[in-house]
């Protein structure tokens, strides 16, 4: 079955280092997207990329990178310069001309 | 910033229709509106989306006000599975860099 991957589901991360968020998807979607859940908030937008090779900043993209190499994956990475990088992230997927998204199960950061 | 606006909670009989109202009053004409849910912890699930016309599928139907200004999502018999934030979003249909903006949504809670 189609559909978007990410993982681990939990990560605990020691304050100083830095870490990645994997998510990948066989929907074969061009646009994939980054947000970030605190806990009785909304989702906010950290990083989307469009196509292969390209990539925006979202509305906190501060202390966050991401890549773009393949199609299929869209990995994010949380720096030591993200202070408060505890929260609910999740990663989502759409094509171009469809607009829906599908979302991932999130991957849930602790830092320790 | 979201151009939606909806309460903050609703409470609904279980069996009983739940309808969620949204208001996009600054709606432009070729935005779509879509509505998702998020049940705690779990990523956001689409439910349905509609242009100008009432849209119904085997999860909701979507009711929108004919000066496009707001619309009603409405679960026809709602379950205890229901309870979740109900997220009311619109879109361009435009490429590039059209992206969801959430905002709090509602919390509907199903009571027994």
């Known amino acids: 079955d189609g559909g978007i991957t990410q993982s681990p589901k939990y990560l605990f991360r020691k304050e100083g280092q830095n870490v990645t968020l994997s998510c990948e998807q066989n929907?074969?979607?061009?646009?994939m997207y980054w947000y970030r859940q605190d806990p009785g908030q909304g989702l906010r937008l950290i990083y989307y990329?469009?196509?292969?090779?390209?990539?925006q900043k979202g509305d906190i993209a501060e202390g966050y990178s991401v890549s773009r190499e393949k199609k299929e994956s869209f990995p994010l990475t949380v720096t030591s310069a993200q202070k408060n990088p505890t929260a609910f992230y999740l990663c989502?997927?759409?094509?171009?001309?469809?607009?829906?998204?599908?979302f991932g199960s999130g991957t849930r950061l602790t830092v320790v | 910033d979201a151009k939606t606006t909806q309460p903050p909670s609703m409470d609904c009989a279980e069996g009983r229709a739940a309808n969620l109202p949204c208001n996009h009053s600054?709606?432009?004409?070729?935005?779509?509106v879509y509505w998702y849910r998020q049940i705690h912890s779990q990523g956001p699930q689409y439910i349905i989306h509609?242009?100008?016309n009432n849209e119904t599928n085997e999860m909701a139907s979507l009711i929108i006000t004919e000066d496009r200004k707001s619309s009603t999502l409405i679960l026809p018999h709602a379950t205890l599975r229901d309870t979740a934030v109900y997220y009311c979003?619109?879109?361009?249909?435009?490429?590039?860099?059209?992206?969801?903006?959430f905002g709090k949504g509602t919390k509907l809670t199903v009571n027994p």
């Open positions: 989502a997927s759409s094509r171009r001309v469809d607009y829906g998204y599908t």
């Open positions: 600054t709606i432009s004409g070729n935005e779509y």
């Open positions: 509609g242009l100008k």
């Open positions: 929907l074969n979607h061009d646009a």
């Open positions: 979003i619109v879109r361009g249909t435009q490429g590039g860099s059209e992206k969801l903006v």
């Open positions: 990329s469009q196509i292969v090779n390209d990539f």
